[in-house]
């Protein structure tokens, strides 16, 4: 990298990976932001199909993933599990 585009990051309070140049250096933010946006998509369409489960369905989804230590499917079920107000059973 150029002495004169490392000033001019760091006049734009950016950092240029090494190796890249300040196109492909976008390129691959916009990638990240837009990588970043498709897992926040699934993550709320996840967590809006385990809210839509009823009450047994819901209890299943835990007996099925309290088994895996702190499994973030379980979790999610368990909160759903409390803010209905029913209480998960215990792991066995």
Same mark, same amino acid.
């Given at each position: 990298m150029s002495r004169a585009t490392a000033a001019k990051a760091a006049a734009? #309070?950016?950092?240029?990976?090494? #190796?890249?140049?300040?196109?492909?250096?976008?390129?691959?933010?916009?990638?990240?932001a837009e990588a970043g946006a498709r897992a926040s998509r699934v993550m709320n369409r996840i967590t809006n199909s385990i809210a839509k489960l009823d009450d047994e369905d819901l209890l299943d989804l835990h007996d099925i993933f309290r088994t895996d230590a702190g499994s973030p499917l379980d979790a999610m079920a368990v909160a759903e599990l409390r803010k209905r107000k029913l209480e998960p059973e215990p792991a066995a």
């Open positions: 734009l #309070g950016t950092q240029l990976a090494v #190796g890249y140049s300040p196109i492909m250096q976008r390129q691959r933010n916009k990638w990240r």
